[in-house]
Nanobody, 115 residues
Framework: QVQLVESGGGLVQPGGSLRLSCAASRLTFSKYAVTWHRQAPGKERELVATILSTGIINYADSVRGRFTISRDNAKNTVYLQMNTLKPEDTAVYYC?????????WGQGMQVTVSS
């Protein structure tokens, strides 16, 4: 059974850092395009970052320069390093993996940026 398990969420002060992990089981994660999304209450889901199997990376304007997406194929894990966090980054963060018609979502992790 395929699973995407997220970890690393929590409470952090403005200006702090957090690293989210998305670990895949029973699939070859390197074949998948992986994206990080976030959704705050009352707001639309936002695409935060993308990493393709080719290594191509893209970021939303709101996080460019602060967030870094990466993958460790040996560990079947994709990371989202979040630096210089702002209160506006507060949301539930989800990872998503897609290869052709196969789509999987992580369970979601709460990230709260507050003093």
């Amino acid at each position: 059974q395929v699973q995407l398990v997220e970890s690393g969420g929590g409470l952090v002060q403005p200006g702090g850092s957090l690293r989210l992990s998305c670990a895949a089981s029973r699939l070859t994660f390197s074949k998948y395009a992986v994206t990080w999304h976030r959704q705050a209450p009352g707001k639309e889901r936002e695409l935060v970052a993308t990493i393709l199997s080719t290594g191509i990376i893209n970021y939303a304007d709101s996080v460019r320069g602060r967030f870094t997406i990466s993958r460790d194929n040996a560990k079947n894990t994709v990371y989202l390093q979040m630096n210089t966090l702002k209160p506006e980054d507060t949301a539930v963060y989800y990872c998503r993996a897609q290869w052709s018609r196969d789509i999987y979502w992580g369970q979601g992790m709460q990230v709260t940026v507050s003093s």
